[in-house]
């Protein structure tokens, strides 16, 4: 029997170095649809490897091809807004998540895309326990209203569940 490749969670330098390449070629033929993707995927890759401020870079490159060539495109911005609000959850810095997380709502509701819809509210309620857990320490109104805003994201993420089962 052949020897099993290990499992790899997520890619690595190689990996992306091969999506840069094939990010040249598609930019090179004009394929912006793939380029905004391979931002995205390389965005990713980085933010697994906890290079942050390079995934910041690719989905803030990401959204500008897709606001560029596809301007009526709402998912396809939202999602790298929201792209880039996880990469700042990671980073523990919700208050920067929050308008992108909001906006990727907005643009969600916008599109009428349920699922998306779905997504941001789960990542709101994931800003807001994040506040809510930094504040922990804390006795006081912000805590609560995190906690509050947090529960909220939460049931309205399960609500369009149960209202499309």
Excluded: W
């Amino acid at each position: 029997m052949g020897k099993k490749k290990p499992y790899k969670p997520h890619g690595g330098p190689d990996d992306i170095e091969g999506l840069k390449k094939d990010l040249g070629k598609s930019r090179a033929k004009g394929d912006f649809k793939e380029v905004g993707n391979l931002h995205n995927q390389i965005g990713i890759l980085y933010r697994e490897l906890g290079l942050y401020d390079e995934a910041l870079q690719e989905h803030d490159e990401e959204a500008a091809v897709t606001r560029r060539y596809f301007p009526d495109d709402l998912l396809g911005l939202g999602v790298a807004l929201r792209a880039k609000g996880e990469v700042y959850l990671e980073m523990k810095e919700e208050e920067k998540a929050l308008p992108l997380i909001r906006n990727y709502l907005c643009l969600s509701l916008e599109a009428g895309d349920l699922v998306e819809e779905q997504r941001a509210h789960v990542t709101l309620g994931r800003v807001f326990l994040g506040m809510a857990l930094k504040r922990a320490e804390e006795d006081g109104k912000e805590k609560e209203e995190a906690l509050r805003m947090a529960e909220e994201e939460f049931s309205a993420a399960n609500q369009l569940t149960n209202h499309h089962k």
